[in-house]
């Protein structure tokens, strides 16, 4: 039996290429790609002597797997987030004057998100106030089952699925439920004046948010897409 040598390879794949290409586009292709082809090694532990070492070595690898596993930090659930007070404003913290610049802030966003809405309103200003983010919005309970909530103002340090939690003037901490509840936002709008001289004054943007079609996290609300419907309770 005759074994083709490495010459012999290389004078079949030269014959096979001249055929299909001119005599130097033939002898570039045969030098680059099969005389002068680099040859890729992927260095590899030796193979385990026995059987023995190799369980030896899996159950090492397994090992280190699980302690990796455990040492990888775990997420805090819910429950441990509210023993260890994530959810609670600190008793230093309750002032109402920590929370006015987040207040300009989101005066600023909503501004921003309404554009000339914010002078005209209807229906497309009432769908995105409905997705919009209320931490740190200006609230106040204009009509409640609770007559005593009526007339709780401030300002929303959380927008909960089913309660504002806002901070007073008085810097009191207060949770108002949203169910059968209304709250009024107001939001300053500057308005300019043409006349001889030009004025500038300021106008506001009143609305009011039904708490019954309100209760979804702020997250969920902006992802989620509100249609008009009739309301039992208006």
């Given amino acids: 039996m005759i074994v083709p040598t490495k010459k012999?390879?290389?004078?079949?794949?030269?014959?096979?290429?001249?055929?299909?290409?001119?005599?130097?586009?033939?002898?570039?292709?045969?030098?680059?790609?099969?005389?002068?082809?680099?040859?890729?090694?992927?260095?590899?532990?030796?193979?385990?002597?026995?059987?023995?070492?190799a369980r030896h070595l899996a159950a090492k690898r397994a090992k280190e797997q699980r302690r990796a596993k455990a040492l990888k930090p775990k997420p805090v659930s819910a429950t441990q987030r509210k023993k260890?007070?994530?959810?609670?404003?600190?008793?230093?913290?309750?002032k109402y004057a920590l929370f006015e610049p987040l207040h300009n802030?989101?005066?600023?966003?909503?501004r921003?998100?309404?554009?000339?809405?914010?002078?005209?309103?209807?229906?497309?200003?009432?769908?995105?106030?409905a997705s919009a983010d209320f931490h740190g919005a200006g609230v106040e309970v204009v009509r409640s089952g609770c007559v005593s909530r009526v007339g709780i103002k401030g300002i929303v340090v959380k927008d909960g699925k089913f309660a504002f939690e806002m901070i007073t003037v008085?810097?009191?901490?207060?949770?108002?439920?949203?169910?059968?509840?209304?709250?009024?936002?107001?939001?300053?709008?500057?308005?300019?004046?043409?006349?001889g001289e030009e004025e500038k004054k300021e106008s506001r943007m009143v609305f009011e948010l039904h708490g019954d079609q309100f209760q979804f996290r702020s997250a969920d609300r902006a992802t989620r897409k509100f249609r008009a419907h009739f309301s039992k309770t208006l």
């Fill in 112 to 129: 921003e998100i309404l554009g000339s809405e914010v002078y005209t309103g209807g229906e497309a200003a009432a769908a995105k106030l």
């Fill in 84 to 94: 260890q007070g994530l959810y609670q404003i600190p008793k230093e913290g309750q």
């Fill in 170 to 195: 008085k810097n009191k901490v207060k949770v108002v439920p949203k169910e059968g509840t209304i709250f009024r936002v107001e939001v300053p709008v500057p308005v300019i004046i043409k006349t």
């Fill in 8 to 53: 012999d390879h290389q004078s079949i794949a030269a014959d096979l290429l001249n055929r299909a290409f001119e005599p130097e586009e033939a002898t570039k292709i045969l030098t680059e790609k099969v005389i002068q082809r680099p040859l890729f090694l992927c260095p590899t532990s030796p193979p385990p002597a026995d059987a023995r070492r």
């Fill in 105 to 110: 802030l989101w005066l600023g966003y909503i």
